[in-house]
């Protein structure tokens, strides 16, 4: 694997931690609150997080994608 494939596989990786790392902050802040805001809060935070999840990726490896010659 080249130094550029490698630093890509990488960045998709790193994207799907930082969002499975939001989901579970958000989950957590729905149990652990006491008032509708926070809750509320909580369910934008995993929402936020499984887009990023989702979209993310995919965009950046049709980005990098390689041109048919």
């Known amino acids: 694997m080249t130094d550029k494939a490698q630093g890509r596989w990488l960045a998709l990786v790193g994207v799907r931690i930082a969002g499975t790392a939001g989901a579970m902050l958000g989950l957590v802040l ?3 609150a006491y008032a509708w805001p926070q809750k509320a809060l909580g369910v ?3 929402l936020s ?6 979209v993310v990726p995919r965009a ?3 980005r990098w994608r390689t041109p048919e010659a």
């Open 30 to 32: 729905i149990a652990r």
């Open 44 to 46: 934008a935070i995993v």
């Open 49 to 54: 997080a499984l887009l990023l999840i989702a």
């Open 60 to 62: 950046l490896a049709h």
